[in-house]
Structures are given as C-alpha cells and as structure tokens.
C-alpha cells in the first residue's frame, strides 16, 4: 500500500474557485472541520492516501503536468485512467489466445487430474507479475471405470434373452480432429453417477423436465422399476435424474436429439462435424448430474471447506441413487426405435412433448412405451469414488485499499481433453486479461482495490473448487468482495451474451462499449453496439453460484457464444476440441481477443474507478420488475409461451392442486413488498446522485485551500462505496431457503427444477407453484425485511 510521505495536497488539481460555497457557508464548515478536526483530516487522507494519490486517475489524464508527472522522487509513473484503457484494448491478442487454447486441450484435464496445469496457469501469471498460489482441496468425487448399454430381447423361445444392440458409448475418431483420436481420451460419463447394474423396460420422457414426469403419470404411464431415455436440453440434467429416482425409476439414458440444434441439422442438409456444421451423430454431452439446485459444492461437506480430515457428511442428499450415463442420438436411435408401436405417441401427450423430434425422418416415432417385457434395456455404470485434490490457482494484485476486492474466475477442468470452449476459451480468455494488466501494473499502475484472479477447478462436478473457496474465505469475502466477474465458456461463437446482479449491469454496458467488435456493418461498432443488451438473471451452473446465492456478492457472467444458426456447439463432447475452435467456432481466435478487451476493461473499470460503478436504481427497478412476474405467475392464464426458456420455467415446476392458506392474504403480502421497494429506490435514486455528485466532483477537482470540501467529498466517497458495496449483503438470508438452506439469497437462485436458469423470489415463486400460500406468506415477510434492510443500509 502506497503511503509514502507526498503532500496530500500536490494530488488535486488546482481548479477555478468553488461558486457553489459562499463565504459564509465556508466558514461555517470551517468551524465544523475545527471541531471535527479528526474526522476532515481523516476523511481528506483517506481520500488522498486511498482513492486520489496512487492512481489519481480522475486528474491526471486531464493534467498531464500533473506535480507527480516526472516527480524525481517516484520510481514509476502513474497511469491516468484512459492509458489503462488504452493499454487493456491493446493487449490481448488473438495468437496468445490461440497458444493458450493449444496448451490447455491438449491434454486431459478432468477435475483433479492435471495437476501440470495448475502449475502452468500459475507459471504465466507470475510471469505476468501476479504473485500466485495453489490452494488444493480434498472432494468426493467419482471417475470412470467401466460401462455398457444393451438393448435385449426375448429369443422366440423365451428361454434367453438376445443381445438386440449393444451401445458404442464412444464418440468416433476423425482423422481431421487429432484430439479425438488423444490417448488420454475420457470415457462418455456422468458425474456423480451412481454405480450400478439394472435392467428393465424403459420409457420415453421427453426433456425429463418435472411437469414431464407429471404428464407421463397422469397419462398412466407405470415408471416404476423402468429405466428413463430423456432428451438433453431445457433444464440441468441432474434433475432429470433426481426426479426419475424420485419416481421410482431405476436408471437414466439422456441423448442428445438433434431436433434440439435449430436449423443446423443433417435433415436440412448440413454436413456433420468435421465436413460441416450439423452435430456429429456420435457426440455425447458428459455432465454432472449432481442435485445443483439444492446445493454446490463437495457433496460432503455442506456449508464448509473440504479441507484434509474434515468430517463428511453422506453425499446422497445432492447425488443420485440410481446410474445414469450419456448417450449419443446414434446410440439412442436403435433404443428409440424400439418403442415404436408402445404406448401413446408423445405427440398424442400434448403440445410439449411434439417439439423438436428430430428423429423422426430417421425412423423414430416417439412413442412413450413402456417397452414390452421381453424387450428391456440394460444399464451398468460403474463409478470409482475416491476423496481426491481439486487445485485451484489464485493470482493476487494487491490494491491500495486493503477491504475492497475485485474476484475474476474462470473454471479449468473440463470434461474432455478439448474444452476449447467450455472452459478453456475462458482460460484463454482470463489469461489474456491477467497478461494485459500484468503489462498496466508494468506501466505504473497500482489499483485502488485489490484484484483476485482465479482458475477454479472441478467446476464441472459441481462449481467444487469455488465453493469451497468461497466456504473458505466467507468471513473476508463477506467483508471486502466488491463484485465476481465470471468467464466460463468466453468464445464459441459471434453472439455476446451476459448475466448479472442489477448493481453491475450499468459498469458491464460501459465496458462493451469500450471494445470494438468484430463484426462490424457500420465502422466504429463496439461490442456493445451490436449485442441485444438483454442482461439475464443470475441461476446457476458456472462459479459465480457460491458467490452470488451464498454470499450475496453482486456477479456477473459474460461470453461469446453462438448465435443460434452458426455451427453446431458440441457441448462436453469430444468435438469441443482446438479443430472446431479454430475451424468453426472461432476462426482467428478473433473473438477470444474481444473477450479478453471486454473483461480486462471491465476489471479495469470495477479496480480503479474512485466511486464504485454500481447502479443501484437499477437495482430496485429490477426488484421491481421481478415482482411483477410473480403476480403474472398467479393469474391462471396458460400464457403462450414463446420463448424455450419461458416453457422450461414453467415445465420445470412443481405443479400441485392442494391449496393450502389464502391467495388474497398472500397477494396483499406482495403490495407491501411493492411498497417496501419503491421506499427501497427512493433512497437508492438519492445514493447514485451522491455517487454521480462525487465522480463530478472528481472530476473537476477541487482546488488546493478546500479542505472542507475536499473532506466531505472524500467522506461521500467513502460512504458511498461502503453503502453500494454491501447492499447486495442485505439479500442474505441466514435460514436460506426451504429445503434448501445453503442458498441464502432471497432474489436470485436456480429454479429448483430448471437449476441453470435463474429463479427471482424463489421462496415466493416456489410457494405459488406449490400452491403453499402460508408458505408464500412466510417469505413475503422475510423478503420484504431484506428490502427493508437495503433500504436502511443506504440511507
Ligand atoms: C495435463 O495437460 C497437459 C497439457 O494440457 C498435458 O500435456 C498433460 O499430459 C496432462 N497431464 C495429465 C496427467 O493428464
Ligand atoms: C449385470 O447384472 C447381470 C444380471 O442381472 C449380469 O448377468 C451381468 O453380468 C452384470 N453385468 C456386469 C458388467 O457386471
Ligand atoms: C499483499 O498484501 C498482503 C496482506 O497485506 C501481503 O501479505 C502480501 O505479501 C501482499 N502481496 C504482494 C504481492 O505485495
Ligand atoms: C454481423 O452482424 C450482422 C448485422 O448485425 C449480422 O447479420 C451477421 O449475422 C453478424 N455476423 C456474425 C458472424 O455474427
Ligand atoms: C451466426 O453466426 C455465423 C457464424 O458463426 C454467421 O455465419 C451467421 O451469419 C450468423 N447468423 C446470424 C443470423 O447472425
Ligand atoms: C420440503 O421437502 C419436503 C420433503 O421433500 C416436502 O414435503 C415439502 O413440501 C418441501 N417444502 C417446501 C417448502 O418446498
Ligand atoms: C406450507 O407452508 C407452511 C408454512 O411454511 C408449512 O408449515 C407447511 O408444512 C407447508 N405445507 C406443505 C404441504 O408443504
């Protein structure tokens, strides 16, 4: 921390004199900083010594002869805020990119198994001037031993039972793609499966999604003691698994149908992977099956680190009971077509189960089953479960100001050799950014807060390595985390897309428009010129989980992905290699450059801006808007829903008759809500004027007499930052939610039977889909509290 002896003063610039203040009011302060000598001196030093003397950036690009310019006593220059720009647009580079990406696919790096690659990741950083570490973990966790699918059937005799089809379970070797043909390739599993050997008839489910399973009930369909062949896609594949078992099921197939790729398909005629652009027809998507929705994390150790000798718990009750394993839509086309002729037709269902079949020009016809009795499948997964390390890397900028934090991750593991996109165009990506403000602090600047960089690990199980962290350091993050920036997936596509707390989507706009975007059809366009703007919700499925729904910590998640018509994404699949990066996905590693720009300047803006960047009018606007989707979730309407996530919303909900306590009462619990919130954006209105006062003030500077009001900018300023740091805090919840207690945020949670998409007011929202309207009562009161909180919080 810079504390040298420089006179405070030297840092302001000398400005026209303050019109604002008259003699009188001056020296009415004068007498109030006489008697609060302590308090201005203090204020006006932390101001100096804090915000203004290391960097000084709000002056000097403004000043160039700034006193400290060439001042002989200083080693380094200081940078103005737009040379750090400058230098964080100029930095990355698509060839680095491009040589990271090679690094990391090339070589397995499941959870817990390259320990090289922490290594390395660490190696560059300190390279780059990141003083780093490896902080290691001991989880639960499985990996594969052995597997089979087999189709049976019934010889004619009805003495034996015939091998019909026996599954490949591998995904093919092209000889264009060497990391298909990789020694070290992975098995196609499922993690957290459970180990075992079942055989029985098996049934359709469609997508597996809740009202899924309750369509296939009411239909009479008997699932008990069958096996499930669900679809991939709509909600998070564990809970596929979860309700199955909860049905009675006793094992999970899930394929990817190709109906669910959009336009891009064989059936239209588009070549498959590698000579085109349509899913390789054996592409498998491995995964977690995990219970996430109910909690992250080591499944053992709920709530607290999975440090060497912790106690541990029983990891059933956020993993399955019954195997699952994942399957290609080619290893599914003989199962499937088995069921022709059984039972109903899923499109005799309803209108939910007659999307997207798109294997029906191949012969399928989508009937439900349950197959016959002599013709059954066999499932065996076998599952290795050890305690074994996770490492995360942990890269450290310190700042001036020791309690303000700025967390930047990016997961490493993956389920393949690949990952050129999900992670490692993310790893690429957050490299490139730590290498371009490694390149700002050897330019001389020193950020006003403290920056964090992390390469999680065992992500892909279950967001391990940063929840455990997060478990980990709770007390210091509660108290100093500013905000989590998270890059998963950073490029696998030409399509920006972003989710994020409300405080932090104003400060994400600015910083995509700051950065050119690739595709431009008039010059001069930035990345935010040409993206829609939507900014989704927080739910779940990358690392921001532990800090966002745990810790109350404002997030945000941001990539380029595919735009919908573009090659086919082969999501966990072996086809996720440095071919289909560099042949389809991100030709040039243009745009793993543009993320790296976006997420470098947003760290940049998030460090090193004196008043915090957050918004918190849109904070309340947010809450606002969300609470209208709860009202419109009570009225009875079958809305038609257009969008894939407004059906996955809603067929991924519990859906119950009883009614239990008064909808009235409960609907008069949400106009105090309303009222709470529209309190809550008075007083959020008033601190982003003080917010913008400061920054203005910053701005023009004060000049050198001022004392007093260069006091009481740095007591707003200091106020200010304090007060937007921890309204995100308010949102906590100590009891957490029902059934649920690990996630503590009563705004933002994975929809309990969705688990990636975001649920606002999920204590409300769960309450009205289980029609519990004492329930829903409940949580009125504990959210309106929380608003209530923020609002005293920010007075
Ligand atoms: C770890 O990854 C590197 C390169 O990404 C690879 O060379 C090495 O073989 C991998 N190590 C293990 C143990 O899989
Ligand atoms: C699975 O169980 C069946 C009997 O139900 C047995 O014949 C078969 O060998 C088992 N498979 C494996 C791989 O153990
Ligand atoms: C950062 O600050 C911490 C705590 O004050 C200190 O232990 C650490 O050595 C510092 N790191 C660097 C690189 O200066
Ligand atoms: C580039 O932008 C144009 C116009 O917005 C759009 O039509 C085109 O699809 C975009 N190209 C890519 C690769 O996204
Ligand atoms: C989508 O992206 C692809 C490249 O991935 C591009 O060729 C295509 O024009 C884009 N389409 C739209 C509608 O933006
Ligand atoms: C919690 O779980 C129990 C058992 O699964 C269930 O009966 C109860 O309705 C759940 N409570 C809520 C509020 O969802
Ligand atoms: C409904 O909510 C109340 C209050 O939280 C709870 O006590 C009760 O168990 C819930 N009923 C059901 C059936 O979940």
Aim: net charge negative; aromatic share 10%; charged share 20%.
């Amino acid at each position: 921390m810079a504390n040298e002896s420089t006179p405070l003063i030297q840092t302001v610039r000398v400005g026209p004199p303050r019109r604002r203040y008259r003699h009188h009011t001056l020296r009415r302060f004068c007498n109030i900083a006489c008697v609060s000598l302590l308090l201005c001196g203090f204020a006006s030093f932390a101001l100096h010594s804090l915000y203004i003397w290391p960097s000084g950036q709000e002056h000097r690009h403004r000043h160039p002869h700034h006193p400290h310019h060439g001042h002989p006593d200083h080693g380094h220059k200081h940078l103005s805020h737009e040379d750090l720009q400058a230098i964080l647009l100029d930095t990355p580079s698509s060839e680095k990119a491009e040589e990271w990406s090679r690094y990391y696919t090339s070589g397995a790096h499941l959870a817990g198994k390259n320990y090289s690659q922490a290594e390395w990741t660490k190696d560059r950083w300190e390279e780059w001037g990141v003083k780093s570490s490896i902080v290691a973990y001991d989880v639960y966790i499985n990996y594969p031993i052995d597997h089979s699918v087999s189709l049976l059937e019934k010889s004619s005799d009805a003495k034996s039972w015939n091998v019909a089809f026996k599954a490949s379970l591998t995904e093919d070797v092209l000889e264009e793609d060497p990391t298909t043909a990789a020694k070290d390739k992975i098995p196609t599993f499922h993690g957290y499966s459970a180990s075992g050997n079942v055989t029985g008839s098996f049934v359709y489910v469609n997508y597996g999604t809740y009202r899924d399973f309750a369509d296939l009930v009411e239909a009479g369909i008997d699932l008990e003691g069958k096996i499930a062949i669900a679809r991939y896609g709509g909600i998070f594949r564990g809970l596929k698994v979860k309700r199955a078992q909860e049905l009675g099921m006793i094992g999970v197939l899930i394929y990817s149908d190709p109906g669910d790729d959009g336009e891009i398909t064989e059936e239209n005629g588009y070549a498959a992977y590698p000579e085109g652009p349509a899913r390789n027809p054996s592409s498998v998507q491995r995964g977690s099956v995990q219970f996430l929705s109910s909690r992250p994390g080591d499944p053992t150790t709920p709530g607290y680190p999975s440090k060497p000798g912790v106690p541990r718990a029983p990891a059933d009750e956020t993993t399955p009971s019954i195997p699952s394993i994942p399957i290609s839509y080619a290893d599914a086309l003989p199962l499937l077509k088995a069921l022709n002729g059984h039972g109903p037709r899923a499109s005799d269902l309803n209108k939910w189960w007659n999307r997207k079949l798109g294997l029906g020009y191949k012969g399928v016809d989508y009937n439900i089953g349950p197959s016959p009795e002599d013709v059954v499948i066999n499932l065996y997964n076998e599952q290795d479960y050890v305690i074994a390390p996770q490492w995360d890397v942990i890269g450290i900028i310190n700042g001036t100001i020791p309690n303000e934090v700025i967390i930047v991750g990016n997961h490493r593991d993956a389920w393949i050799v690949g990952g050129a996109s999900d992670p490692n165009s993310g790893s690429s990506v957050l490299n490139e950014a730590v290498r371009s403000i490694g390149k700002a602090l050897e330019a001389g600047w020193k950020p006003l807060r403290t920056i964090v960089f992390a390469s999680w690990d065992g992500e892909e199980y279950g967001l391990i390595g940063s929840t455990e962290w997060v478990e980990e350091y709770l007390p210091w993050i509660t108290d100093a985390n500013v905000a989590y920036v998270n890059v998963d997936g950073g490029a696998s596509g030409p399509q920006f897309s972003a989710a994020a707390a409300p405080l932090l989507n104003q400060v994400l706009r600015d910083a995509t428009h700051l950065v050119p975007s690739p595709n431009q059809t008039v010059a001069g366009q930035t990345v935010g010129d040409v993206w829609d703007g939507k900014i989704s919700t927080m739910g779940s499925g990358s690392d921001f989980t532990a800090f966002q729904d745990y810790a109350g910590i404002p997030s945000l998640d941001m990539g380029f992905g595919g735009n919908g018509s573009g090659p086919v994404y082969h999501y966990h699949s072996n086809y996720d290699s440095f071919h289909w990066m560099s042949e389809y996905a991100d030709p040039g590693f243009v745009y793993h450059r543009t993320m790296a720009q976006v997420l470098a300047v947003l760290v940049g803006e998030l460090a090193d801006r004196v008043v915090i960047p957050f918004g918190a009018t849109e904070y309340a606007d947010a809450l606002d808007s969300y609470l209208d989707k709860v009202e419109a979730k009570l009225q009875p309407a079958d809305a038609d829903l257009a969008t894939d996530d407004e059906i996955f919303a809603v067929r991924g909900s519990v859906s119950s008759h009883e009614v239990i306590g008064s909808q009235d009462a409960f609907e008069e619990s949400l106009k105090k809500i309303r009222h709470s919130i529209s309190e809550f954006r008075d007083k959020a209105v008033k601190l982003d004027e003080r917010a913008a006062w400061a920054k203005k003030k910053l701005e023009e500077g004060l000049p050198w007499w001022n004392i007093i009001g260069k006091a009481r900018l740095g007591l707003t300023i200091i106020r200010v930052n304090h007060q937007y740091k921890y309204i995100e805090r308010q949102f906590v919840f100590e009891g957490g939610l029902d059934n649920r207690s690990w996630f503590k945020h009563v705004v933002f949670a994975p929809g309990l039977w969705t688990g990636y998409a975001g649920a606002v007011y999920p204590g409300l929202v769960e309450s009205i889909d289980a029609k519990n309207y004492s329930n829903g009562l409940k949580w009125a009161g504990i959210i309106k509290h929380a608003v209530d909180k923020a609002t005293k919080s920010i007075q």
